[in-house]
């Protein structure tokens, strides 16, 4: 069955190859670009209606992530166009590598404003429409989020970490709607091959950063960036989620792990 699907970001590499994906398995997609703190690369040649050249059933929808407004004008557009949105898919992940003591407690605000508030702005956007029609999916997208360190990389695994819990309160309360929600993890190690992880958020407190460089130097062995085509996790991840859209309303599990 053909569905309308908002892709949330497309600038990160994987959102557009989600999209794409989708749109050639037969569904309506919506991607949205130029997020705030995402450098937005274009997916193609797109028409003056936004519809992408190329691939029938792809077109992206401009919005600032920041801005409720914005957001909300962006969803009216795509629901006065398509009647509807039946699937919400969350795939902006903002990575940081540094010290956690470097970061300054306004650039950690805006990791958090761009990872977990975007989303509830979205969130808030689509669901009053979903709960009145009883149905709908969100679906988030992640690295896996174990409880133990994440050495250089705290800020960003920590918004992921909220984003998992988020998740998960939403599929609880969301069920009695007929609203499925679902948090798709994938393995960290893919992380490193998304745009995000090429242009990760540096610490604003230099002098700092620099005090800990010789832990992150002869301490840590880091890890190095993945040698495989980034399509190929990111085909594994679009594959896991047309599974979830095409699986029955009611029987998507809450948490998957890729």
Partial sequence: MTKTIFVTEGADGWGEYIARALADAG?????GKGQAGIESRPMGTGSDDGTEAGCKGLRTIAFEALDQHSIAAAVREIV????????????????????????????LSQVYDIGV??????????????????????????????????????????????????????????AG??????????DPGYLLDTHAASAPFQPGDSDTAQAYRPVMEYGLTLPAQQSLDPSVHARKVAECVIGIIDAPQGARPAHVNL
């Fill in 177 to 186: 709607f007929g609203i499925d929600a679902t948090f798709l993890a994938y």
């Fill in 80 to 107: 006065d166009e398509a009647d509807g949105i039946d699937v919400v898919i969350y795939t902006s992940s903002p990575v940081t590598f540094g010290p956690a003591e470097s970061f300054t407690p306004y650039q």
């Fill in 117 to 174: 508030l975007s989303v509830q702005r979205i969130t808030r956007a689509v669901l009053p429409l979903m709960r009145e029609r009883r149905d709908g999916l969100l679906i988030w997208i992640g690295a896996s989020v174990d409880p133990g360190p994440a050495p250089f990389a705290g800020p960003g695994h920590a918004v992921r970490a909220a984003l998992r819990q988020l998740a998960t309160s939403y599929a609880a309360e969301l």
């Fill in 27 to 31: 569904h309506t997609v919506y991607v």
